[in-house]
């Protein structure tokens, strides 16, 4: 599963590596594309990763254009993530690009081996969430 993985995440960085993105950036994009202007916490909290690493990730695409960084209107403690017009060219194409990953992923598989497989990724992914590895 890991080969397969990091087949995936190489082929996708490939396609999109006209766009200023770096390894690790496209969730940031996808997560911000489906709800733009997340405090940098909530952004921390839904990728489960600590704040300053966000940040360090944010700085980067903040230089890059992808992204821009402001005070929340109600209360100024609060930084708010927003993705410019080049950041939401660059979230399409991370789209379009885990689109056609996908597509090759899965060629030459039967529509029930689709939903064979996602039904023993779905019992992993609960094994592992139930799982307290003290047990």
């Given at each position: 599963?890991?080969?397969?993985?990091?087949?995936?995440r190489?082929?996708?960085?490939?396609?999109?590596?006209?766009?200023?993105?770096?390894?690790?950036?496209?969730?940031?994009?996808?997560?911000?594309?489906?709800?733009?202007?997340?405090?940098?916490?909530?952004?921390?909290?839904?990728?489960?990763?600590?704040?300053?690493?966000?940040?360090?990730?944010l700085?980067?695409?903040?230089k890059?254009?992808l992204?821009?960084?402001?005070?929340?209107?109600?209360?100024?403690?609060?930084?708010?993530?927003?993705?410019?017009?080049?950041?939401?060219?660059?979230?399409?194409?991370?789209?379009?690009?885990?689109?056609?990953?996908?597509a090759?992923?899965?060629?030459?598989?039967?529509?029930?081996?689709?939903?064979?497989?996602?039904?023993?990724?779905l019992?992993?992914?609960?094994?592992?969430?139930?799982?307290t590895?003290?047990?």
């Amino acid at each position: 599963m890991r080969h397969v993985l990091k087949n995936h995440r190489s082929h996708v960085d490939r396609l999109i590596r006209d766009y200023d993105v770096y390894p690790g950036q496209p969730p940031l994009l996808l997560r911000l594309s489906d709800t733009d202007g997340l405090s940098q916490r909530e952004l921390a909290d839904s990728k489960g990763v600590k704040p300053a690493t966000l940040t360090v990730m944010l700085q980067r695409m903040e230089k890059t254009g992808l992204i821009r960084r402001a005070a929340d209107e109600k209360d100024q403690r609060v930084t708010r993530v927003y993705l410019t017009e080049k950041g939401r060219g660059a979230s399409e194409a991370v789209k379009q690009a885990m689109e056609e990953v996908e597509a090759r992923c899965f060629e030459g598989f039967l529509p029930e081996e689709k939903l064979l497989l996602r039904r023993f990724l779905l019992q992993m992914k609960d094994n592992l969430t139930t799982w307290t590895p003290e047990d």
